[in-house]
């Protein structure tokens, strides 16, 4: 570990402690001069509460209360993690920590005062000092990191990586290092093909600061060769195993119920309470859409009725949750002679290249099968307003993976297991991210990527890029 690394966080210290003092000395003038949470603003629930203000305690002596006090909620950051020098965290879980710590602090002051049997700091200052604490302490961070980025430019605290693999996974690693993380990472040694022996005379005055080996040509016995050869070195060691390899985009969990490590591939979220809560909400804003909608229906079913002879609903066989099939509906878009029994044949016999190319995408940008005002309608999506009442049935899900036609199975592959957990959906995440322009494959994966990583959030993102889609008529 860089001497550089150890310093920068080390001084994370007092730049804590400074912002935690200032935050108490703030919040003794913000009672004392009657703001925000005063008792006179909050005298009703005073009352209540049978709250009798005191006097306060002089300043002087406020401040010494608070130079014992700060130590406790040092001790709360450290317990949180909120000084670990490497891996170092994401600002989001950041955040979470800090306040987690300060919550932690104050809960402690809190015991104090329990065995005390006296409360003596005031209770609106208590109340000031809980929330100016996490607002000052993370704008003391924020800070303290706009230094370290400027220090980056002269090589102070820049972690250099060594990495064993080939260039795409070496820059892909170095990148993601740099996405996640305040530290900056450098690619500094790419080492491949070489053998153990030759690795760690390699590595043996380097000036790495940490090595990632992520490949599989060494050995368990190999493996631990090259840690020690790293641990005299003073180098930081990871690998990647080769699972980790084949099962890439899954989540995992290290777990330590044994003496040894157990990494244990996560189930996708949509697993249990996943599965209940995507459901009903499933239910509730799909109908809630049908209601609002209804009107727009109406005009729709009208507009289809007149414009080509044939039925406004078209109903199609899908692949469902479980491989079981459903029958997805929509408005007719397509000339009658090419959305019946014989659509296919009579759409290979008319356009023999559009046919081609459409076995091969599975999509086309100028579909001879679609009438003028079916055009409007898929560019617009609204085609598939039908497609909410499949999801009030249970048939789809508002956002989901793609809901695949049966011919389609073959070409999906081992991905199919995984992608048939959950139900299809109306939108989906490779929809919002290039729509026809992405190949089917990358579709898949997308897909795949989606149910292994789902959360409520990701829904409501999806929800909104889909609706910017639509309403900028991108959709084909």
Same mark, same amino acid.
């Given at each position: 570990?860089?001497?550089?690394?150890?310093?920068?966080?080390?001084?994370?210290?007092?730049?804590?402690?400074?912002?935690?003092?200032?935050?108490?000395?703030?919040?003794?003038?913000?009672?004392?001069?009657?703001?925000?949470?005063?008792?006179?603003?909050?005298?009703?629930?005073?009352?209540?509460?049978?709250?009798?203000?005191?006097?306060?305690?002089?300043?002087?002596?406020?401040?010494?209360?608070?130079?014992?006090?700060?130590?406790?909620?040092?001790?709360?950051?450290?317990?949180?993690?909120?000084?670990?020098?490497?891996?170092?965290?994401?600002?989001?879980?950041?955040?979470?920590?800090?306040?987690?710590?300060?919550?932690?602090?104050?809960?402690?002051?809190?015991?104090?005062?329990?065995?005390?049997?006296?409360?003596?700091?005031?209770?609106?200052?208590?109340?000031?000092?809980?929330?100016?604490?996490?607002?000052?302490?993370?704008?003391?961070?924020?800070?303290?990191?706009?230094?370290?980025?400027?220090?980056?430019?002269?090589?102070?605290?820049?972690?250099?990586?060594?990495?064993?693999?080939?260039?795409?996974?070496?820059?892909?690693?170095?990148?993601?290092?740099?996405?996640?993380?305040?530290?900056?990472?450098?690619?500094?040694?790419?080492?491949?093909?070489?053998?153990?022996?030759?690795?760690?005379?390699?590595?043996?005055?380097?000036?790495?600061?940490?090595?990632?080996?992520?490949?599989?040509?060494?050995?368990?016995?190999?493996?631990?060769?090259?840690?020690?050869?790293?641990?005299?070195?003073?180098?930081?060691?990871?690998?990647?195993?080769?699972?980790?390899?084949?099962?890439?985009?899954?989540?995992?969990?290290?777990?330590?119920?044994?003496? +040894?490590?157990?990494?244990?591939? #996560? !189930?996708?979220? $949509?697993?249990?309470? /996943?599965?209940?809560?995507?459901? @009903? =909400?499933? %239910?509730?804003?799909?109908?809630?859409?049908?209601?609002?909608?209804?009107?727009?229906?109406?005009?729709?079913?009208?507009?289809?009725?007149?414009?080509?002879?044939?039925?406004?609903?078209?109903?199609?066989?899908?692949?469902?949750?479980?491989?079981?099939?459903?029958?997805?509906?929509?408005?007719?878009?397509?000339?009658?002679?090419?959305?019946?029994?014989?659509?296919?044949?009579?759409?290979?016999?008319?356009?023999?290249?559009?046919?081609?190319?459409?076995?091969?995408?599975?999509?086309?940008?100028?579909?001879?099968?679609?009438?003028?005002?079916?055009?409007?309608?898929?560019?617009?999506?609204?085609?598939?307003?039908?497609?909410?009442?499949?999801?009030?049935?249970?048939?789809?899900?508002? +956002?989901?993976?793609?809901?695949? #036609? !049966?011919?389609? $199975?073959?070409?999906? /592959?081992?991905?199919?297991?995984? @992608? =048939?957990? %959950?139900?299809?959906?109306?939108?989906?995440?490779?929809?919002?991210?290039?729509?026809?322009?992405?190949?089917?494959?990358?579709?898949?994966?997308?897909?795949?990527?989606?149910?292994?990583?789902?959360?409520?959030?990701?829904?409501?993102?999806?929800?909104?890029?889909?609706?910017?889609?639509?309403?900028?008529?991108?959709?084909?």
């Amino acid at each position: 570990m860089k001497r550089s690394e150890l310093w920068l966080t080390v001084l994370l210290i007092p730049v804590d402690a400074v912002m935690l003092l200032l935050a108490y000395a703030t919040s003794y003038w913000l009672r004392s001069e009657g703001y925000l949470l005063s008792p006179s603003f909050l005298a009703s629930l005073s009352e209540q509460a049978r709250y009798v203000p005191g006097e306060l305690i002089p300043f002087q002596e406020y401040l010494s209360l608070a130079y014992y006090l700060v130590p406790i909620g040092i001790l709360a950051f450290a317990a949180t993690g909120l000084y670990r020098i490497r891996p170092l965290l994401p600002l989001g879980q950041r955040l979470a920590r800090l306040a987690i710590g300060v919550t932690t602090s104050q809960f402690a002051i809190l015991l104090i005062f329990l065995f005390r049997r006296e409360f003596f700091l005031p209770r609106t200052t208590f109340i000031y000092t809980w929330i100016l604490a996490f607002l000052f302490v993370g704008l003391g961070r924020l800070l303290f990191a706009q230094i370290q980025r400027y220090l980056h430019r002269f090589g102070i605290g820049v972690v250099r990586l060594g990495i064993v693999g080939d260039q795409v996974l070496a820059t892909r690693v170095a990148g993601q290092f740099n996405a996640r993380n305040q530290a900056t990472y450098v690619l500094s040694k790419q080492y491949h093909n070489l053998s153990v022996d030759e690795l760690c005379l390699a590595i043996q005055g380097s000036e790495i600061d940490e090595l990632i080996v992520a490949t599989e040509q060494y050995s368990d016995q190999d493996l631990v060769k090259i840690r020690v050869r790293c641990l005299e070195e003073h180098i930081g060691f990871s690998f990647v195993p080769a699972a980790f390899a084949v099962l890439n985009g899954a989540s995992y969990r290290v777990r330590y119920e044994v003496d +040894v490590p157990l990494i244990e591939v #996560l !189930p996708t979220p $949509l697993d249990g309470w /996943g599965r209940v809560v995507k459901r @009903l =909400f499933d %239910v509730v804003v799909g109908a809630a859409f049908l209601v609002v909608l209804s009107p727009l229906l109406l005009l729709l079913m009208l507009a289809v009725y007149l414009s080509s002879p044939g039925p406004v609903f078209f109903r199609q066989a899908r692949v469902g949750r479980r491989r079981s099939e459903v029958r997805v509906v929509k408005f007719r878009t397509m000339y009658q002679r090419y959305s019946g029994p014989d659509g296919e044949a009579n759409f290979k016999r008319d356009h023999p290249v559009a046919y081609a190319q459409y076995q091969e995408a599975r999509k086309l940008a100028d579909d001879p099968r679609i009438t003028p005002l079916g055009r409007i309608m898929r560019k617009f999506s609204l085609d598939e307003l039908p497609q909410f009442w499949n999801v009030v049935r249970g048939d789809l899900s508002i +956002v989901g993976p793609r809901p695949f #036609l !049966p011919s389609e $199975l073959g070409r999906i /592959g081992d991905m199919a297991r995984v @992608l =048939f957990t %959950v139900r299809p959906g109306l939108t989906g995440f490779w929809q919002v991210s290039g729509r026809n322009q992405i190949p089917f494959d990358e579709r898949v994966k997308m897909d795949k990527r989606y149910i292994e990583h789902w959360n409520l959030l990701w829904d409501l993102w999806l929800m909104l890029r889909t609706a910017g889609v639509v309403l900028r008529g991108t959709g084909q």
